[in-house]
């Protein structure tokens, strides 16, 4: 229900074109295993608002006041600090991730880029 909430006012607020995208390797081809898969990206379209961090979380090594933070609905898949967000075709490091609530089901994430 709440998930449902979040995902509804992230969708009719969101701002700009936001993906996460996520790189892994495909199996290698079993008849020549010594050869790694060649990379997949897939991308997740996300209902997501940014803006300039929340000075609650500015604690100045990590995170600094000059960085933005992406809130998005919970996407198809669980988000991972070794995905990427695309913003308005930018591709950003994720450099902290947050679920909210942090304990229970998420109903929405919280990341911080660079600003």
Do not use: C
Request: net charge negative; glycine share 6%; no cysteine.
């Amino acid at each position: 229900m709440h998930q449902e909430f979040a995902s509804e006012m992230l969708g009719e607020f969101k701002q700009g074109v936001v993906m996460l995208t996520r790189k892994v390797t495909a199996p290698p081809d079993p008849s020549t295993p010594w050869i790694p898969g060649e990379p997949v990206t897939t991308v997740y379209p996300l209902d997501a608002v940014m803006r300039r961090v929340s000075q609650k979380y500015v604690d100045g090594t990590l995170t600094v006041a000059t960085d933005n933070q992406i809130t998005f609905a919970v996407p198809s898949i669980v988000p991972a600090m070794t995905d990427t967000l695309v913003i308005d075709s930018v591709e950003l490091v994720m450099k902290d991730l947050r679920p909210i609530p942090p304990a229970g089901t998420p109903v929405a994430y919280i990341a911080f880029v660079a600003g």
